[in-house]
């Protein structure tokens, strides 16, 4: 059989059964997996079991002959299991061909069973597991009553197989809905073990949700400080205003690192996480989007996610009593207060320090500051810099020109001095920005690709982009205000040269 990827709390359950000492008869609710799931569980059996005769198969599948072709698509005869498709399209005579073939399992529709069954060309006393997969496609000629009818007549003829099945024989069922049985289970057969979708629908994942009075941007800005994680995947829902959220992110004050995702673009998540930890942030999200996200993480295979939900109070309580979340490990806490939000931009601050990309300047600034600031005051100095620091508009009016007439000379100088060559001087246009990029010669990028993938990615040209200089561990560009803010919204966050890009405005301004 092909590789059937199923989430692994209901394969963990159907491994289970597997081990159990005695047949148990199971009705499975498994929504969009009840087709992998079945395939699973009869791949599962077929490595048990010997090759029979089709005439008398250990393991029979029965589907919609609708459902038929998508099972065969599934499926591929590996040497330790092979499957016999009897189809109600065939004639009479290619049907009698390949019953006289071994294999261990028969794939076949209930009516066509039962046609070989009365004809004596199929016998049941061998059978050890019938797996029943109730999963229908309605026809585009068929209105939804033919459509009930059609089901139920599946469900008749299941019944009447049954009958033909010894007492120890395994009966397993296996649907999209419980709804669509139709009639109480134990009429399918008397001891049923139903195993609903809350009973491993439920996240191995710890799901976090903040309750927030309202989600506007810098509401979601001040509750993202608090999230631990160097990188966030956000994912947000249709009531959520993304140009007001990439407008307030790109402006934090510490630079947040931060990706941006629809609910309706999962996909492209996906190729991005590559099978690692990552914390995902859903703001103003369903019960079906959660639930959906958790569903694909199921299969990315990743270890240790962590889940938070920016929620309003009606959207947590409908999450944390919905039937699909109910048995998640799931934490419910209100909107941080001020504090929280300043200690987690503190922490913030202590985790960029440590990958600073010009340590030498930060120590002559803490001389600088044990030189001029007595020892009894630094405490309360630190506290007002950082004040002003964390309470000043990202695009405030301080004066940058001043502060780039100060430092340019020192960068010419380190230049001159490194490289034994004259100092070039540029005067940068009015409104310029230079942008700190955390990736270098180190990892093989220099000014001709690091200028190319600003053109590519900003729609810019050449002649927009004033200065590159490529260090070892790190790089500055200066290009005007309006493509650095976009620079910081596009390219933060993407893998260059195999980093991952942190783009922020210099420090060096």
């Not at 120890?168 to 139709?182: G, K, R």
């Not at 190729?271 to 993480?297: F, G, K, S, W």
């Not at 930060?362 to 005051?377: A, G, I, M, S």
């Amino acid at each position: 059989m092909n590789t059937v990827s199923i989430p692994s709390p209901l394969k963990q359950t159907l491994d289970e059964m597997a081990q159990q000492p005695s047949p148990r008869h199971l009705c499975i609710e498994s929504a969009d997996y009840a087709l992998y799931a079945s395939l699973y569980r009869v791949s599962t059996l077929a490595k048990q079991k010997k090759r029979n005769p089709v005439s008398a198969p250990s393991v029979v599948l029965l589907v919609d002959q609708d459902i038929l072709p998508s099972v065969r698509d599934h499926y591929s005869t590996p040497n330790e299991f092979s499957a016999t498709y009897v189809s109600e399209k065939q004639s009479p005579k290619e049907n009698l061909e390949v019953l006289h073939q071994h294999s261990k399992v028969l794939i076949t529709t209930p009516s066509r069973i039962i046609d070989h069954i009365r004809r004596d060309n199929i016998r049941l006393d061998k059978c050890t597991d019938v797996i029943v997969l109730h999963s229908f496609v309605q026809r585009e000629d068929e209105d939804d009553e033919q459509f009930q009818v059609r089901g139920q007549l599946f469900l008749d003829d299941c019944r009447f197989v049954f009958t033909k099945l010894d007492a120890a024989t395994n009966i397993e069922y296996f649907c999209a809905s419980l709804d669509h049985l139709q009639r109480s289970s134990k009429e399918l057969y008397e001891d049923v073990n139903i195993v609903p979708l809350s009973s491993w629908y439920r996240s191995p994942y710890p799901v976090t949700n903040i309750i927030c009075s309202s989600q506007s941007a810098k509401d979601i800005e001040d509750i993202l400080y608090t999230i631990p994680g160097e990188l966030l995947y956000i994912v947000h829902g249709s009531a959520i205003s993304k140009h007001a959220l990439l407008s307030r992110l790109s402006k934090a004050k510490p630079a947040l690192h931060y990706r941006l995702y629809s609910c309706s673009d999962i996909n492209s998540l996906q190729e991005d996480v590559d099978n690692l930890p990552i914390t995902v942030v859903l703001l103003a999200v369903t019960v079906d989007q959660l639930t959906d996200l958790i569903r694909h993480l199921y299969h990315w295979n990743g270890t240790d996610h962590r889940i938070y939900t920016i929620l309003k109070a009606n959207e947590a309580t409908t999450i944390t009593t919905s039937k699909e979340t109910l048995l998640m490990d799931q934490e419910t806490k209100l909107s941080p207060s001020p504090e929280e939000i300043t200690a987690g931009k503190l922490q913030l601050l202590t985790s960029k320090v440590k990958i600073d990309s010009n340590p030498e300047e930060l120590e002559n600034l803490k001389k600088l500051f044990k030189k001029n600031v007595p020892f009894t005051q630094r405490g309360n100095v630190t506290a007002y810099l950082l004040r002003e620091f964390l309470n000043k508009n990202p695009r405030g009016t301080e004066k940058r020109k001043p502060q780039n007439t100060r430092k340019a000379p020192a960068e010419v100088k380190s230049d001159q001095n490194r490289d034994g060559a004259k100092p070039k001087t540029r005067v940068m246009p009015e409104g310029s920005r230079t942008l700190y990029i955390n990736i270098g010669k180190m990892r093989r990028l220099y000014s001709k690709e690091l200028s190319q993938i600003f053109q590519d990615n900003l729609s810019i040209t050449k002649d927009d982009i004033y200065s590159i200089r490529v260090h070892d561990k790190y790089s500055f560009v200066t290009l005007d205000e309006k493509h650095a803010e976009k620079a910081i919204e596009v390219l933060n966050g993407m893998e260059i040269r195999g980093r991952i890009a942190a783009v922020s405005y210099s420090n060096k301004e």
